[in-house]
Nanobody, 125 residues
Framework: QVQLVESGGGSVRTGGTLRLSCAGT??????VGWFRRSPGTAREWVAC???????DYSVSTRGRFTFSKENANNIFYLQMNSLKPEDTGMYYC?????????????????????WGQGTQVTVSS
């Protein structure tokens, strides 16, 4: 498994920006995803980078969020622009097994075996 640590959460107003970071020990061929959970709702897939650098986003975040990777330091970034109150939630970074490649992003959380502790994002109107 990969040890993951998220950071970068905070409180912003509608339209604001935040950048979340996900640092890991080693990712190898793992796909990495971001999920979020808002109070009273199920955990929701937000974005993903597959094993070959391809990215995908949920309908609600496409065009506003950008997922990128800094290879040298094993850090993934989620740049979140034009934030809305409905983006509020605990954001979790997750990784699939480092021994299996993914062409295309797995959106179901059952494919992710390593999870961070989460970082809180709050967007107020």
């Amino acid at each position: 498994q990969v040890q993951l640590v998220e950071s970068g959460g905070g409180s912003v107003r509608t339209g604001g920006t935040l950048r979340l970071s996900c640092a890991g020990t080693t990712f190898s061929r793992a796909a990495v995803g971001w999920f979020r959970r808002s109070p009273g709702t199920a955990r929701e897939w937000v974005a993903c980078i597959d094993s070959f650098g391809g990215t995908d986003y949920s309908v609600s975040t496409r065009g506003r969020f950008t997922f990128s990777k800094e290879n040298a330091n094993n850090i993934f970034y989620l740049q979140m622009n034009s934030l809305k109150p409905e983006d509020t939630g605990m954001y979790y970074c997750a990784a699939t097994s480092p021994s299996k490649s993914w062409a295309g992003c797995p959106a179901e959380d059952k494919h992710y075996i390593s999870w961070g502790q989460g970082t809180q994002v709050t967007v107020s109107s």
